[in-house]
């Protein structure tokens, strides 16, 4: 007993080691929370006074200082204009930003064309925010006042909670009953604070920090709340799709999860929602080795969804690893020389298995992830899995730069030996860092993006005994 509870504190401290702080991690599933429709746009109201130290003016001209606010369109690669006022000569502004979704925006302030400085603020429907600062020093004199920012601010509070949890116990000061009690206040805390304030972005956001705090910890109590904001809003839909469909994976199989995402779909007529549980359904059979029906379910998913801007990057995404890095497919031919003076190809690594993995040396997830990297090259090179790293972005300065407090265990590639866009293409690669897992017959047995590395232990055990894998851990 005493050995399964010390396994699940290192558990709990590694899940939110990787999250990097539950803020993060919680925003970015909820961020979007709440699709409208297509067309269809909220409106804030921001208005405020930017001035300068009077000892660096003494005109007292404070006008022409530009405030912005954008937001990424569908792809990613344009952006949209949210909001733009322009100061007049005693510095005051104002106007309305008009949006799709409630979330965290950057106002970025501007003069003459260049950037000054930027702040976060939270924009939800029919709210009046009031951002006031004054230059040089705005980080200590600016101000950010609205019901929806006010609320923001409490939030945080809690979170501040947690993140201090979190480092005591990574440093080992807190464990066993006293990190059980620890993580259910602070769970029940952020869930209180979810039900105060419902239906409201920031009480999305502590709702869904609760249930992440409860996950792999207390999964009963997580599933009873889950289904219980589910019921109560539709909005968690996208987040029940994720952590639900998780839950269901790990301990009940595939075909499980596969039901309750479908469940899902009954919860709310949003067209939205159900476009983005599709996309999860193919994905999730993607990752699960279920080819033949992934691609039968993307096909429908194209019939249906063709055109749309929000969707054809996706499509083309997807669609091409299906085509050419699904589970069971070769590996894409490569070739590149290592810094210790190797090359290494497709067909000279044939026999062996290996994680193939393309990165950037400044990349904070890649930084963050790599002591789990030394952790499975330790256990598994034992099996004759190896590690091979392609750095884009990198020289000789960069090179030696990262491995400077770090040994290299394994080989990387000298940057000149490859051509980045081609390998980009070649291998369809969308998010750093992406790593393929590849088995001793040269076929790829999954490809992991971002922090669906989490789940790479399930394919590794898959090489060694060649089992089929039964669910996905990360849809």
């Not at 502590?206 to 289904?227: F, I, K």
Request: hydrophobic residues 35%; proline residues 4%.
């Amino acid at each position: 007993m005493r050995c399964r509870e010390m396994d699940r504190n290192r558990m709990w401290i590694e899940r939110m080691r990787r999250q990097t702080g539950l803020v993060v991690a919680t925003l970015l599933l909820l961020s979007a929370c709440g699709p409208s429709e297509e067309g269809e746009l909220h409106s804030a109201q921001i208005y405020g006074q930017i001035t300068v130290d009077e000892e660096l003016d003494t005109l007292r001209d404070y006008s022409q200082f530009e405030l912005l606010i954008q937001q990424r369109l569908a792809g990613g690669l344009q952006t949209d204009t949210v909001f733009f006022a322009e100061t007049d000569g005693d510095g005051y502004y104002g106007g309305e930003a008009q949006f799709s979704n409630s979330g965290i925006y950057s106002l970025r302030v501007s003069r003459y064309g260049e950037e000054l400085a930027w702040s976060d603020l939270v924009l939800a429907p029919e709210d009046t925010i009031e951002f006031s600062a004054e230059f040089p020093d705005v980080e200590q004199t600016a101000t950010i006042s609205s019901r929806e920012n006010d609320l923001y601010r409490s939030y945080l509070r809690l979170q501040t909670g947690v993140n201090r949890l979190f480092r005591f116990a990574q440093a080992g000061y807190v464990s066993g009953d006293s990190l059980n009690q620890e993580i259910q206040k602070w769970s029940d805390l952020m869930w209180d604070f979810h039900l105060d304030h419902p239906n409201r972005f920031t009480g999305r956001q502590s709702g869904a920090a609760s249930l992440r705090l409860l996950e792999g910890w207390n999964d009963s109590l997580m599933v009873t709340r889950l289904e219980n904001a589910v019921e109560r809003d539709p909005q968690f839909i996208p987040f029940a799709s994720r952590i639900g469909v998780q839950f269901h994976a790990r301990t009940e199989g595939l075909d499980r999860a596969l039901t309750y995402l479908d469940s899902l779909r009954g919860k709310s007529p949003d067209e939205e929602f159900h476009r983005q549980l599709s996309m999860t359904r193919v994905k999730l059979l993607y990752d699960s080795s279920r080819v033949d029906q992934a691609r039968q379910e993307f096909a429908e998913f194209k019939r249906t969804y063709a055109g749309r801007e929000d969707t054809d990057a996706w499509v083309e995404r997807i669609e091409d690893d299906l085509t050419r890095l699904a589970p069971g497919s070769d590996i894409p031919d490569f070739s590149i020389e290592t810094v210790d003076g190797q090359t290494l190809s497709r067909e000279l690594k044939m026999g062996s298995p290996y994680i193939l993995e393309f990165t950037r040396f400044d990349n904070p997830l890649y930084q963050d992830q790599f002591e789990r990297n030394v952790a499975i090259h330790h256990i598994y090179k034992n099996y004759g899995i190896d590690f091979i790293t392609i750095p884009f972005g990198a020289n000789e300065i960069v090179l030696n730069a990262f491995f400077e407090e770090r040994t290299r265990l394994w080989p990387v590639a000298v940057p000149s030996s490859f051509e980045a866009t081609d390998l980009v293409e070649q291998f369809n690669i969308n998010v750093i860092p992406t790593r393929i897992l590849v088995d001793r017959h040269g076929h790829v047995v999954r490809k992991y993006e971002g922090t669906e590395y989490a789940d790479i232990i399930r394919g590794l055990r898959l090489v060694l005994d060649g089992t089929e894998p039964e669910e996905p851990v990360q849809p």
